[in-house]
Every structure is written in structure tokens, then in C-alpha cells.
């Protein structure tokens, strides 16, 4: 695997855990829908304060796309399928096939 990817326990889905992101500590919770068959994440401060919730995972696309919050992570968060042979996310694929990864590619690096 070419980039850093959170490690995520499907089994314990809706998974919760710390990430230190530039000086800063997120809480994020993976989330999955059963009837919509759809995986989404909650964002909150380190006190515990919602920045955003349930935003919809999508392959390829980062987390947050085309919203515009201070609070945000600088650091780009990519549904990504390093095979480049999946087309969504489901329970099959996540974190098998598609990780959430870590944007952090230097130029020139694939």
C-alpha cells in the first residue's frame, strides 16, 4: 500500500477513534446505514464539539469535498481503491479493497 490509511475495525462499526491532525485532536465515528447500504463519518473536536455529521463516504472523492469550515483538517481523507478496480463503497470493500487514506502523496509519487 502505497498511502497511510486508517485502520478501521469494521466489526465494531460504528467505529470511533482519535486523530491528530497538525497540532489538533478529531474525534471521527465511521458510521454505516444498513438500509441505505452507505458508510458516512462524524467529525467532532477533541472536547467533543460536532464540526460535521454524517457525511457520506464516497469513493474517491475527499471527505468534505467543496465544503468550506475553518474547522476543518487541513489534511485531505480519501475513500480510495489503490487497485483502481472497485466502483462504490460497501460492506464488502470497505477496508478491504477501499481504505480511508491519508492524502500525503509527495508529487511524482503513485
Known sequence: MIRDVLEIDNDSIPYS???D???Q?????INYNTISREYSVNLFT????PIYLNY??????PLWFGI?????PAWQLVPYDESGHEKT???LNFNKTIFISIDDLEEGDS
Open 68 to 72: 468550506e469550515d475553518p474547522r476543518l
Open 25 to 29: 485532536t478529531y474525534t471521527l465515528t
Open 89 to 91: 463503497i460497501d460492506e
Open 56 to 61: 457520506k463516504l464516497v469513493l474517491n472523492q
Open 17 to 19: 477513534f482519535d486523530m
Open 46 to 49: 477533541e472536547e467533543g464539539t
Open 21 to 23: 491532525i497538525e497540532d
